[in-house]
């Protein structure tokens, strides 16, 4: 079924205020819906059967929504796929936690839609997308955005800037390169988000941590430029020494240094690439999904977190849909994550 087909499908009756407001609001296409069986067996809720179009509610819950843009990327094209495959692969997981124990098959993930950036230039897609992340994260959502390249964390971050005023926000992004290229001749891509939101005050220095990074992928200039902001990089080699646990732990202090809330991006390419054929930019020796599951996990449960993102899936170079499952599961332990976190605090 093509996102034609479903575009004129039983779309929400209630009038969405923001699309008045946005020209480039999208639609929630209901592409996930064909998949869902709501009470097809009563002992079991599926991870799909609690997701539902965002028709005016409020938070807190998850907001999702996607942003199909791969115009800004330096690998090969293709992103732009992303959002739809990682909602049709969300079909092989259920709303049970069987490590936490944790059923969430009463909670709602709202889906936003895809944001229209089809027909722009680079700055006025991210422009749509920092005042659409902005007004989602205003109404009370914590934000979980499908991409799109990688270029899309700067409008993200800018947009919860804006959203939550006056808090500071630390950051950490898992990825297999420090995406803090120059922006040369004005050219925005995949490879300059994190410098834009350093450069523009958006994150501290001090509390930007990248976990991930590889060998042989990354300019020497780029680990100088982030060694004076005072950023914290932990290569594939540190966490073998180290151990993730430890890393982990040590990003939580220094994201939560002097901040109030904490952002998490996940770019597919920090997965080693034999389970992630599907990315922009494969490169070997890189986590495990096992790994990424516990790093969502543990800064859910320890920071104030306000969003995450998963970008740079590729559909194109994907085999099997294994990127884009890997892709899917990430969503689901962060919605399990953040609603087991919020149970929590409400027995407590
Ligand atoms: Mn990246």
């Given at each position: 079924m093509t996102l034609e087909n479903n575009r004129n499908k039983s779309l929400p009756q209630k009038k969405d205020k923001m699309k008045?407001?946005?020209?480039?609001?999208?639609?929630?296409?209901?592409?996930w819906e064909p998949y869902q069986?709501?009470?097809?067996?009563?002992?079991?809720?599926?991870?799909?059967?609690?997701?539902?179009?965002?028709?005016?509610?409020?938070?807190?819950?998850?907001?999702?929504?996607?942003?199909?843009?791969?115009?800004?990327?330096?690998?090969?094209?293709?992103?732009?796929?992303?959002?739809?495959?990682?909602?049709?692969?969300?079909?092989?997981?259920?709303?049970?936690?069987?490590?936490?124990?944790?059923?969430?098959?009463?909670?709602?993930?709202?889906?936003?839609?895809?944001?229209?950036?089809?027909?722009?230039?680079?700055?006025?897609?991210?422009?749509?997308?920092?005042?659409?992340?902005?007004?989602i994260a205003e109404k009370g959502f914590t934000t979980l955005t499908l991409g799109g390249d990688h270029s899309i964390g700067y409008p993200i971050l800018k947009g919860l800037q804006n959203a939550h005023k006056s808090k500071k926000i630390g950051l950490i992004n898992i990825d297999a390169h420090l995406d803090v290229r120059e922006v040369i001749d004005g050219k925005i891509t995949s490879g300059t988000p994190f410098r834009r939101?350093?450069?523009?005050?958006?994150?501290?220095?001090?509390?930007?941590?990248?976990?991930?990074?590889?060998?042989?992928?990354?300019?020497r200039t780029y680990r100088h430029y982030l060694e004076e902001k005072g950023a914290t990089i932990f290569t594939m080699n540190n966490i073998r020494k180290r151990g993730l646990e430890n890393i982990i732990q040590e990003a939580i202090t220094i994201v939560g240094r002097?901040?109030?809330?904490?952002?998490?991006?996940?770019?597919?390419?920090?997965?080693?690439?034999?389970?992630?054929?599907?990315?922009?930019?494969?490169?070997?020796?890189?986590?495990?999904?096992?790994?990424?599951?516990?790093?969502?996990?543990e800064i859910v449960v320890n920071t104030n977190i306000i969003g995450m993102d998963i970008v740079e899936l590729n559909p194109l170079f994907d085999t099997a849909d294994t990127t884009a499952i890997n892709a899917a599961n990430f969503l689901v332990q962060f919605v399990a994550s953040i609603y087991w976190k919020m149970d929590k605090d409400k027995t407590e």
């Open positions: 008045s407001s946005i020209t480039a609001f999208g639609e929630c296409f209901r592409s069986k709501k009470g097809s067996d009563p002992n079991e809720v599926r991870m799909l059967d609690i997701l539902e179009c965002w028709t005016g509610e409020l938070g807190p819950a998850i907001g999702l929504v996607g942003i199909p843009f791969d115009a800004a990327v330096l690998g090969r094209k293709g992103a732009k796929a992303g959002p739809k495959k990682i909602r049709d692969s969300i079909r092989y997981f259920k709303a049970y936690s069987w490590d936490l124990d944790y059923w969430f098959g009463d909670k709602k993930v709202y889906d936003f839609g895809d944001i229209v950036t089809e027909g722009n230039s680079v700055t006025e897609a991210h422009e749509n997308i920092a005042e659409i992340i902005r007004k939101v350093l450069d523009n005050n958006i994150v501290n220095g001090e509390n930007f941590v990248e976990i991930g990074i590889r060998d042989f992928t990354n300019a002097k901040t109030d809330v904490t952002y998490l991006s996940i770019d597919m390419d920090s997965l080693d690439q034999i389970y992630a054929p599907g990315v922009s930019a494969p490169t070997p020796d890189g986590l495990s999904p096992h790994q990424i599951n516990q790093i969502i996990h």
